[in-house]
């Protein structure tokens, strides 16, 4: 196959863009651009006010939105951290929020400050065993409840594959395996 000149000068301009790159940035600079961080005030803010990581609220919105304030999933969670409309109607009524309505929770601000407060509150509920706090989050506090009530998993990181829930199994691995990348590579 041959290939055109046009062809190879664009192919030799990109390999040579692509090596100019690779020297100039480092390795987490490069991955500053697959993990990003927006509403980084907002998001601190909200951590430090509910005892929270950043890094960690920072994971989940990348895993449940990848950063997208509209995202709708088909189940009707919304917004950045994917609150689903009778979750966000119960905690915006807890941090007082006067004329809350669902599309609220397409407000960067209410979502985050509605998401940070929780998981706080998950956390708290289970003992700060992040596994279960993040399947609460994903699948359901009184599910969480109930397994582990029942014994059908015990809560440790070492266990997902007991859930009884594949997404939630997913969904664990998958939110710790940013956080651990976030911590990695934004903590000094």
Known sequence: MIISLDWRKIILI???TLLIISITTTHKDLLKMIYPIYYENL???T??????DPYLL?????VESKFNPEAVSDQGARGLMQIMPQTGDWVA???GYQNFEI????DPEINIKCGGWYLARLKEEFDNRLPVVLAAYNGGQGNVGQWLENERWDGKHETLDSIPFAETRGYVEKVMK???RYQY???E
């Open 14 to 16: 990109t390999l040579a």
């Open 43 to 45: 998001v601190f803010e």
């Open 47 to 52: 951590a430090a006010e509910d005892n929270i």
């Open 58 to 62: 920072l994971s989940i919105i990348y």
């Open 93 to 95: 009524n807890n941090l």
């Open 103 to 106: 599309s609220d929770l397409y």
């Open 178 to 180: 940013i956080y651990q």
């Open 185 to 187: 590579i934004y903590k």
